[in-house]
């Protein structure tokens, strides 16, 4: 990690439109006091992950009463929402290059970045086919868009008179959106990987953000993602220093170990080992586990959960092992996951998403208690980067998920 560059910490509130958003921006407001959490995040989803055979109370308690895992806020119109009642807070949204244009999205940046004295971020990926297809709209232009949105959003910011510039899929005429700029540049970061991605993100944007441990599960492998990433960027005249580098750590946390074992064998836990436990399938052969699905199967370019039948999803929770679903998630007591954090820290990771997929699976009493064990991570966390030091800490290639 930078010396220069504290560590920040992003939490995830609730995004189901069953939920008021009187309750959804006092949830912000509470993150926001803590303190601890530089970002309230939202997410840009059409739809959730589970098949709907899978909404069932036996599996999610809250199935009982509300119909559907569905329904769904707009990630852009719920963040404003939050911050017309926390104009200081920092937010963090996740959206896709394809379903919006730059200019559109430009506008809406610099919108919220008005509503909030902190700080506005948005992470752009390539896109799901999840996502994009439903609505018509083709995944096979995520990197072009991609590009285009990158390239835009600088261009925009930096426009005091109208401009054009030609892009993939979209060309710029004229287009102004006047001067009023707000006191923070919002921050542009990308999701993913991949050369094509990463040369994009290394010559346009301000971070990347990629899944832990779905996507890096060894520390030390990867640091080495990371230093090949800043010397990208040093070859541009970048400096690594003013780069983000986030890890979206999914987690399962509770101080009860049997509530923990209790979610590994949950079909809810199990669907998500099979579809992105390790977003490249092939990952799993290096853990010496056979994969749900071939290993050329890709999350973001094959899942449609709309398309599954109960009798499918029956059949890949079949060749889901609890072993995989105790590899995609960390696990244990606050204090236990932020163990299995450090070394990435260590390694250069600058900023998490603390996204605990347990709730989902709890009775609502101890579910509203969740946050208060996030916190305790993130508390762990930003002590522990305030006081390392370079060097100093073991950063042997442990997997996460194995420390329990």
Known sequence: MSEHRPLEIAVPVGFMRYLSPASLS???????????????????????????????????PAAAFLPDGDSIYDTFALTAAMLAHNPEAGVCMSTDAIRRGPVELAQTLLTLGTLTSGKVMVQIGGGEVRQVSPGGWKRSQGLSSLEDQLRSWRALWQAHEPFSMEGNRWNLDDCYLGMQRPVRQPIVWTVGGGPRLMDLTTSYADGVNVAIPAVQAYPQSHGEWIRGVKSQLADKGRDPDDFGFGGWAVILCHEDESVIDRA????????????????????????????????????????????????????????TSRQMAEKCMLHGTPAQIAEQLKPFVDQGVNWFSLTDFLPIMLDPEDAARSHERTLQIARMLKDYGQHRHVGTRNTESVPVGAAR
């Open 264 to 319: 590994l064998d949950n079909p809810v836990v199990r669907w998500e080992a099979a579809i992105w436990g390790r977003f490249n399938n092939g990952d799993w052969a290096k853990e010496g586990i056979e994969s749900a699905f071939p290993t050329d199967w890709h999350y973001a370019m094959k899942f449609r959960p709309m398309k599954i039948s109960a009798s499918e999803a029956q059949e890949i929770l079949g060749r």
């Open 26 to 60: 006092q949830e912000a407001a509470a993150l926001h006091a803590s303190g601890l959490v530089d970002y309230v995040q939202t997410y840009d989803q059409i739809t959730g992950w589970l098949p709907r055979s899978l909404w069932k109370p036996e599996y999610v």
